[in-house]
């Protein structure tokens, strides 16, 4: 049985009085929904701050870095690794579309960094989508994953989280066809194992969560903008949780 998953990106936004007041209010807000699995994952210097509130109490958060380089150490200024992540965080969201849109990251990048973070003890949230909008863009989602994961061993596919984020929706006011996007991480599946979570993400919030993840395709959402607000964060891991029947 695969976990419900929520994960929260709060990509460069906040300031060090907002991540404490954001991760408690979370922290307290996620308490009930036990079998939910939800990840923060705040700007990487606020994690060691974040990770004493959320370990405090709170079973069910772990925290993810937003991105990690694929070397282990070295002489890269204003780089960090999976090496020092694993001090203070479970995961690191690995491909991003804003890392391969700004940064120039590759496929092949991409997939270096996933090997880094699974060697490096961290699990990775590979994320994957369409770069416009179109009903047939499956196989080039499908070859996309093929190729961010072409640097890991089957064996490790449990390790992993993926997640289908269509370009156009990130950080858009549209989010995705759910019935579109059910179909694509039917494909997806067919690359990794029955046991890696596969979730949706592109303009999620507390009104539209429930179409997506009433679905036994879909595991989750990963949430952009509305993790940055404690209620709409709350509001959706509890239709998650519900919808999923997991309380
Ligand atoms: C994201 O950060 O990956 C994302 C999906 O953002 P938003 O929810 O704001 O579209």
Not at 74 to 87: F, H, L
Not at 186 to 200: M, Q
């Amino acid at each position: 049985m695969r976990r419900p998953i929520v994960v929260g990106n709060w990509k460069m936004f906040t300031s060090l009085t907002d991540a404490l007041v954001l991760s408690t209010g979370v922290r307290d807000g996620v308490e009930e929904f036990s079998g939910l699995e939800v990840i923060l994952c705040p700007p990487a210097i606020w994690l060691t701050e974040i990770s004493g509130v959320v370990h405090k109490s709170a079973q069910n958060i772990a925290l993810g870095a937003q991105n990690i380089n694929y070397l282990s150490e070295g002489e890269y200024t204003g780089e960090i690794s999976g090496n020092m992540v694993r001090d203070v965080a479970k995961y690191a969201i690995v491909g991003h579309s804003e890392r391969r849109k700004y940064f120039a990251e590759t496929n092949d990048i991409i997939s270096r960094k996933v090997a880094a973070a699974i060697d490096a003890g961290l699990s990775p949230i590979v994320c994957v989508g369409e770069k416009k909008r179109s009903d047939d863009s499956i196989k080039e989602i499908v070859s996309e994953l093929e190729d961010s994961l072409a640097d890991i061993k089957k064996g490790e596919y449990k390790d992993i989280i993926i997640a289908y984020e269509p370009v156009w929706a990130v950080g858009a006011d549209i989010a995705a066809d759910p019935d579109y996007c059910a179909r694509v991480i039917v494909k997806l599946r067919e690359v990794v194992d029955a046991a890696t979570p596969i979730i949706y993400g592109g303009d999620v919030n507390a009104s539209n969560a429930y179409n997506f993840v009433w679905r036994p395709e879909i595991d989750g959402v990963l949430v952009g903008r509305a993790s940055l607000k404690v209620a709409d964060f709350i509001k959706i891991c509890r239709i998650v949780t519900e919808y999923k029947k997991i309380v």
